[in-house]
């Protein structure tokens, strides 16, 4: 079954470095979203993208964040200046329609020190 | 603001038992709602999907019911079993929204053998 890619696993970080999380989406899939989930904490929205754009975004997707499709099967999260706060994991999400059910990857644990 | 809720926070049940996990939503102009599952440290595993025309999906031992005007959803899990142990989590898409899910904060279930 296709899934979707998320690379690394990990990262460490130092607090104000930047960081890129990268996903490749199930690839017939049309739209984009990334999640994350504080320790302990719900599974909140960031962001979702479609057609080159950001479609929709939550509070917490403020200036320090940007995601971008570099080619056809990529899909990034990047954090300029990374905060203790931002420590989460980061879950990527794709869909064919915004009627289909989100398929999401395995999630890159972000640990900001 | 949309809120979800999920009752019980956890649950343990023998093998075999046949069991209910709750989810609860706030505003009923839901475009539709998911289950999904999660394993320690893994990423979340669409279970079913229902649209908010719908009352119910079943997937071989799994039943989704919703209930939109009463703002409940049900995950029905007939003779359950060990591999059945993971968080539940059930989430729902505003009406509007492109993507923006709504987590609950999930049912801890462990079905002991």
């Known amino acids: 079954e296709p899934e979707v890619t998320q690379t690394p696993s990990h990262q460490v970080t130092q607090m104000g470095q930047e960081v890129i999380l990268r996903c490749v989406p199930i690839?017939?899939?049309?739209?984009f979203y990334w999640y994350r989930q504080i320790l302990g904490q719900k599974v909140e929205f960031l962001v979702s993208?479609?057609?080159?754009?950001?479609?929709?975004k939550s509070e917490i997707f403020d200036d320090q964040f940007s995601v971008e499709r570099p080619d056809g099967s990529n899909f990034t999260l990047k954090i300029r200046s990374t905060k203790l706060e931002d420590s989460a994991m980061y879950f990527c999400?794709?869909?064919?329609?915004?009627?289909?059910?989100?398929?999401f990857g395995s999630g890159t644990q972000l640990s900001v020190l | 603001k949309q809120e979800v809720t999920q009752i019980p926070a956890a649950l343990s049940v023998p093998e075999g038992e046949n069991l209910v996990l709750n989810c609860s939503f706030t505003d009923s102009a839901i475009y539709n709602l998911q289950w999904f599952r999660q394993d320690p440290g893994k990423g979340l595993t669409s279970l079913l999907l229902?649209?908010?025309?719908?009352r119910e999906q079943t997937s071989g031992r799994l039943n989704a019911s919703l209930d939109k005007s009463s703002g409940r959803s049900t995950l029905y899990i007939a003779a359950s079993q060990p591999g059945d142990s993971a968080t539940y989590l059930c989430a729902v898409r505003r009406g509007g929204s492109q993507g923006n899910l709504i987590f609950g904060k999930g049912t801890k279930l462990s079905v002991k053998p």
């Open positions: 993208f479609y057609n080159n754009e950001i479609s929709e």
């Open positions: 999400a794709s869909s064919g329609d915004t009627n289909e059910k989100l398929f």
């Open positions: 690839s017939n899939h049309l739209y």
């Open positions: 229902i649209q908010s025309s719908q």
